[in-house]
């Protein structure tokens, strides 16, 4: 019977001492012969049909202990015999027998991974052991209270799948001190490689080739991906570590054979499992989320690297870690040169277009979605890119990253790389904003997309990774385009009034004032009101800016002045020039002719 036990109790390990004395007579030789040949013969395999289908291991686990101990002794007889050289016919007769023993136990082996192998379950055996990684096959104590005692820590399915275990190691321990390891080891190697098989089809392993993922469409490719990431975790924490313990378990006595078998047994699949990595990382197709996919199955091997290394820990299973690894290169080896590949699009991008009304560029738009996505896989970009470095400094300012206020510290790779593309796209706008005819548009449309890049950035992981310092240093750049802006398109208008409302100045010169003010404000309002800012913020700072050195000057002038003119001259109150500047930026297409006819309708304008 088998139990848990820490104790040194008699066990049926063929190590155990024989009962055999140090210097037996010939009557216990004959005795020793004859006590076998009882045993062995009753379940030879050539006897009666009931015999043949009868398992030697249940449901008399008494008669199995004494099969094992008589096949022990009758191994020790032998090797007295043959180390006295004599009674060559009781060698043979011992011989025979053994050979008939082996071939009943090979039966037995064989029956008890078939009949278990549901029991024999990778994360059942993980939990099938006792405390001190044993369990025994011991008949001291009375089967009945050995079974209460299991059952009050295990269940019923680990206590089979326990016992299954024990008698396979008793099994095996005994082959192989009878010189048939080899034999049993072929027998295991066999049957526990179809179940490992087996379990990697089931969780959708199938055997790629890159001529079959180059076919993949897009959906597909992304489904096959998820699945192998849910797969790889069971596969090697259930299926490979698993049977790693069984093996250890059944093979305990011989560290060669349980090494050879795990390694037969784990080999082909498991490298077939950690080359699918690689093979993605050479697909020629190329969507735009294929690095998000890559840097997923970077991560999972990553992670998965410790147990990879604990599981397959011999040099038999040298291989599987060695295609692990190379999955791993060949992954990063990709992102490394999609990164780079990024960086070039944008540097080559040769647009022409200007985005009507200095909106947000398109490239702008797309770059820092990938980016924003990109900063969700921080540890492992830079993990990556601490190996495969994408960039090539001399290529920008070398200021711009030893300047303490762009990233702070401690930098990750992953942060400075993240921070160097969007300067090449920040350099990219700024080109693309001299497509613009006019200077006071090509400002709005810098403060755009800067503004756009910086809200993208603080509403990902970029911020995290950039850092306040990053965020300030270019808000402050925004702030400077604003101004820019001021000055380039409303400085006309500004100048149109007098510094100092005086009560001295003539008809002639308020009259001219008026004319001034009307002209310059209306090219201004036609020119703008199809220009768009699409942050609101930004949007009413500007509005408040220019509104806040335009408005009270208007007002005082046209309180002093209004009354002393006719209509004709003054058509715009300062209610109204407060809901016209309302109008702005939002990119409203309007006819220019009669626009300032008449006063718009009050808005409410906060402006005033």
Known sequence: MVFFHTSSNTSLSPTSTSSLPTSPTSSMVEQTIQNAESIIKKWDLNSSSLITITP???????????????????????????????????????????????????????????????????????????????????????????????????????????????????????????????????????????????????????????????KMDREYLHLTIKNWLNAVKIALKSLFNGEKILCDHVFSASQTIRDACFAEITTEGAKNLFKFPELIAKNKNSPPDRIFRLLELHGAISELRPDIESI??????????????????????????????????????????????????????????????????????????????????????????????????????????????????????????????????????????????????????????????WLSRHTQKIKQHALSYESVAWNRVFESLPERTTSELSYEAVKDCFKRFNAAFEQVYVKQISWIVPDGKLRDELKVSIAGKLVPVYREFYETFSTKLNADFVRVSPDDLGNYLSDLFHGTRISSSSLLQSSSQSKGCLLR
């Open 56 to 214: 030697l291991f249940h449901p008399n686990r008494k008669e199995a202990k004494d099969y094992l101990k008589c096949v022990m002794d009758l191994r020790g007889t032998m090797h007295f015999l043959v180390s006295q050289n004599s009674a060559p016919h009781k060698l043979v007769i011992a011989q025979t027998l053994m050979q008939i023993a082996m071939k009943r136990l090979e039966k037995e082996f064989y029956q008890i991974l078939s009949s278990n192998h549901e029991r024999l379950d990778p994360e059942l055996v993980s939990t099938s052991l006792s405390s001190d990684g044993s369990a025994s096959f011991d008949v001291e104590e009375d089967e009945a209270d050995q079974l209460k005692i299991a059952g009050e820590s295990i269940s019923e399915v680990e206590r089979v799948s326990a016992l299954a275990m024990a008698d396979l190691k008793a099994i095996a321990e005994c082959m192989s001190s009878s010189g048939y390891g080899k034999e049993c080891a072929h027998i295991y190697k066999l049957f526990r490689k179809s179940i490992v098989d087996r379990g990697l089809y089931l969780l959708g392993i199938e055997k790629f080739k890159s001529s079959r993922i180059n």
């Open 312 to 469: 397959f820990n011999v040099e038999l299973t040298s291989a599987i870690k060695l295609q692990a690894l190379s999955s791993l290169q060949k992954v990063g080896g990709s992102v490394k040169t999609l990164l780079t590949n990024l960086g070039s699009s944008i540097r080559k991008d040769s647009s022409k277009t200007p985005v009507p009304g200095g909106g947000i560029h398109p490239l702008a738009q797309s770059t820092m979605s990938y980016l924003s996505s990109l900063s969700d896989y921080d540890r492992i970009l830079t993990d990556i890119i601490s190996i495969h470095p994408p960039i090539d400094n001399a290529l920008f300012p070398e200021s711009y990253f030893n300047d303490p206020t762009v990233i702070e510290a401690p930098k990750q790779a992953a942060s400075v790389h993240l921070a160097w593309l969007i300067l090449i796209l920040l350099c990219k706008i700024d080109s693309k904003a001299q497509l613009y005819e006019d200077l006071s548009l090509s400002y709005i449309f810098l403060a755009n997309n800067l503004q756009f890049i910086i809200n993208q950035v603080q509403t990902s992981t970029l911020k995290h990774l950039l850092g306040h310092q």
